[in-house]
């Protein structure tokens, strides 16, 4: 393989890592988000409901910081929390998507129709060789992150 064409897209996937990052801090701040707390609302909205709990294994932050996260999202109604009907000492966070969705959408919504446009754009036999590299890439961040995390001091 050649490894200035190897070279090239590391640093294109690079510069597509640092760009996706300060869009979304540019979205996060319109939103009058922080950009981190953005990411993390979009977990909730990913995977649902979930305990505070849950939400600091996937972020990897601490369940002190996942409460402060909880109560910024709670005070701007994107998020509620429920206590379990079975065992009142557990509560869920519920994402309330209708805002989370009211407030975001608008943000995104140019983004988006240039996105499905540059997709549109692309043979579909390329479009699965762009599926491909996302998800081993996404598995391979994954497992690294599992790894660091494992590892952490």
Excluded: W
Aim: charged share 30%; glycine share 6%.
């Amino acid at each position: 393989m050649n490894t200035d064409i190897i070279k090239h897209v590391r640093k294109l996937n690079q510069l597509h890592a640092y760009t996706t990052i300060q869009m979304h801090e540019a979205v996060a701040r319109k939103a009058g988000l922080s950009g981190t707390d953005h990411k993390y609302l979009g977990f909730l909205i990913e995977k649902g409901r979930m305990t505070a709990g849950e939400l600091a294994t996937l972020t990897g932050l601490t369940t002190g910081a996942v409460t402060g996260l909880i109560d910024r999202f709670e005070k701007k109604k994107l998020v509620k929390r429920k206590f379990a009907e079975d065992d009142r000492r557990k509560v869920f966070i519920m994402p309330n998507t209708k805002n989370i969705m009211a407030l975001l959408e608008p943000l995104y919504k140019e983004f988006r129709n240039k996105s499905e446009i540059l997709f549109a754009s692309f043979p579909d036999k390329e479009i699965k060789i762009i599926e491909t590299y996302l998800s081993k890439a996404i598995e391979l961040m994954n497992e690294t992150t599992d790894t660091l995390r494992s590892t952490a001091s």
